[in-house]
């Protein structure tokens, strides 16, 4: 399984293209087949999401 924590303003056709792809590059490359892979998005207001690059 593949949890992915995004920013909450992508949209479902975003989150729909990002699992589809996650789902072809794992099956292609042997990783797991594309019946059990399973793309779970955990959304985050922006204001709860700092990075390093982002700090002074």
């Known amino acids: ?5 995004v920013k909450r303003s992508r949209t479902a056709e975003q989150k729909e293209a ?3 792809e ?3 590059t794992m099956d292609s490359s042997d990783f ?3 019946d059990t892979v399973r793309v779970i998005f ?3 207001k ?3 999401f ?3 690059k982002d700090m002074n």
């Open 1 to 5: 399984m593949r949890k992915n924590t």
């Open 18 to 20: 990002l699992a589809k």
């Open 22 to 24: 996650i789902v072809k």
């Open 32 to 34: 797991a087949s594309k």
């Open 42 to 44: 955990e959304e985050m």
């Open 46 to 48: 922006s204001e709860d």
């Open 50 to 52: 700092y990075s390093g």
